[in-house]
Nanobody, 124 residues
Framework: QVQLVESGGGLVQAGASLRLSCAAS????????MGWLRQPPGKEHEFVAA????????SYADPVNGRFTISRDNAKNTVFLQMNSLRPEDTAVYYC?????????????????WGQGTQVTVSS
């Protein structure tokens, strides 16, 4: 059983940056593709970014491409989401996700494990 704990959320103004972290435990971190999804207020979960086990290839949703960067440190069992040029529409609860299969299951919202989420609020 893999446990995921997110941190780094908060309230910022538009144009600011935040860095989210997700610490994993209970499994072999490098065996999992990792990713981030978010749930804006009143909306369904949506894919944000994903990274392969080795960290060699990443995928991004169109609204965040070029502003957000996902990375991982397999030695520290941690995945990060650097968010730059934040916009009010980025306001959401951000969830870390892990998949034992591929990043495709993260993109489709079918991850094996999810964290509890961290709130990101961007004011205009």
């Amino acid at each position: 059983q893999v446990q995921l704990v997110e941190s780094g959320g908060g309230l910022v103004q538009a144009g600011a940056s935040l860095r989210l972290s997700c610490a994993a435990s209970g499994g072999t971190f490098s065996n999992y593709a990792m990713g981030w999804l978010r749930q804006p207020p009143g909306k369904e979960h949506e894919f944000v970014a994903a990274i392969r086990r080795s960290g060699g290839r990443t995928s991004y949703a169109d609204p965040v491409n070029g502003r957000f960067t996902i990375s991982r440190d397999n030695a520290k069992n941690t995945v990060f989401l650097q968010m730059n040029s934040l916009r009010p529409e980025d306001t959401a609860v951000y969830y870390c996700a892990a998949s034992s299969i591929t990043t495709k299951t993260i993109i489709s919202g079918e991850s094996d494990y999810w964290g509890q989420g961290t709130q990101v609020t961007v004011s205009s």
